[in-house]
């Protein structure tokens, strides 16, 4: 069924010929250049950007799994002595 052969693509072309005329079918296949350019630059831009996002994780990493840091700072614990009592809230 994908098989086209020479005389299937002639018919092709001269149908296309006939439909759009010679003073349009340049315009088209300049239309198609550039969406074919187009796609490529945005294919380009895709695989950049994902390349980039790959490396940028690759040093974030290494980072991360460093060890983290430690909190010196110590609190000491509140101590109730027997003469202090709650306060109650004012309204």
Do not use: C, W
Request: hydrophobic residues 40%; charged residues 25%.
């Amino acid at each position: 069924m994908g098989n086209l052969g020479f005389q299937e693509l002639l018919l092709i072309a001269v149908v296309i010929l006939v439909l759009f005329g010679s003073r349009k079918i340049p315009e088209f296949m300049r239309g198609l250049g550039k969406g074919i350019r187009e796609f490529n630059s945005a294919k380009e831009n895709v695989k950049k950007e994902l390349e980039e996002g790959m490396q940028e994780k690759d040093q974030v990493k290494p980072a991360a799994t460093a060890n983290p840091p430690v909190n010196t700072t110590t609190v000491a614990p509140e101590t109730k002595t027997t003469s202090e009592e709650p306060v109650a809230a004012k309204p």
